[in-house]
């Protein structure tokens, strides 16, 4: 569940809710206990942003964190309803 500080209590912890947003907790912020924003550290900000990642650098990210051997992942068993095998329509050529 997310941390949530009304925008007074805020003000008066702010640098402590910075270094827990960098670490990566995101804050919720309340008015009159209903949210109106939210306290995120800059990584995180950036990766939202869109700053958008080739997708061979996100993998190559990927892939020096996990070791994909020690996953057991079966591509037949995943991928396996993604296309139908039945045989396309006739087009009448």
């Known amino acids: ?3 949530q500080r009304s925008i007074a209590e805020a003000r008066s912890n702010l640098p402590k809710l910075v ?18 924003a939210v306290l995120i550290g800059r990584k995180q900000y950036e990766r939202l942003a869109g700053r958008s990642v080739s997708f061979s650098l996100a993998w190559s990210e990927f892939s020096k964190n ?10 037949d068993e995943i991928f396996s309803d993604v296309r139908d095998a039945r045989p396309g329509r006739d087009i009448g050529l």
């Open 19 to 36: 270094r827990e947003a960098e670490s990566g907790e995101p804050i919720e912020l309340t008015r009159r206990g209903e949210s109106v």
């Open 66 to 75: 996990v070791e994909l051997s020690t996953l057991a992942i079966d591509p």
């Open 1 to 3: 569940m997310r941390k």
